[in-house]
């Protein structure tokens, strides 16, 4: 089930098929070509079915984003050794927001949506606070330890996730890119966070 299920060898339960048709909809046709008919005929279940598992169509969407939030951030956390270098943290970060995302391409597609879906202004809640946490305690920690420029969080994602996000999108495409091009990215992703010497 990738992002939006456990990987166990018992079958997927309903709650998951729905989510996983879901996230497969939006990521193909956008939001709008997501109905709850759409989704139930994808998921092999009555339309009624999905009401029984989440209040509204948007309550899914919403589980759905969470889900694969949690993911990424369970990818990053397996790939992040706690006790490493600042350095070394960043570059496990990147590799594991890769991973998770190259294994599950159309959860990455169904995330860039769910950015720009009026949704995503409107809920409130810390859809993936853990994520969020993760990095700020990598910046926090960068910053005191004077090894991460002194520049708002915000400006340090602005240069850590496009780029990124634009090699998965070419990744996506059919571009497969290089061990040595993912580590030159990753270098270069640090150099802009690197504090200059």
Partial sequence: MALTGAMTAS????????MRAALEC???DGFSAATTAAIAKRAGVAEGTLYRHFDS????????????KEHVFDSVMAETDASGSVEDRFRQLWRGVWNAYRADPAAFVYGQRFGEYPLSRQDSRPIHDGFVRHISALIRDGQSGGEIREASASVLRAFFFPPMVSMLK?????????????DSAIDTAWDSWRRPR
Avoid: M, N
Wanted: net charge negative.
């Fill in 11 to 18: 079958p997927p339960s309903t709650r998951d098929k729905i």
């Fill in 26 to 28: 939006v990521a193909e």
């Fill in 57 to 68: 169509k948007d309550a899914l969407f919403v589980a759905v984003y969470s889900r694969i």
């Fill in 170 to 182: 070419q990744a996506i495409a059919g571009h497969e890119w290089s061990q040595a091009e993912l």
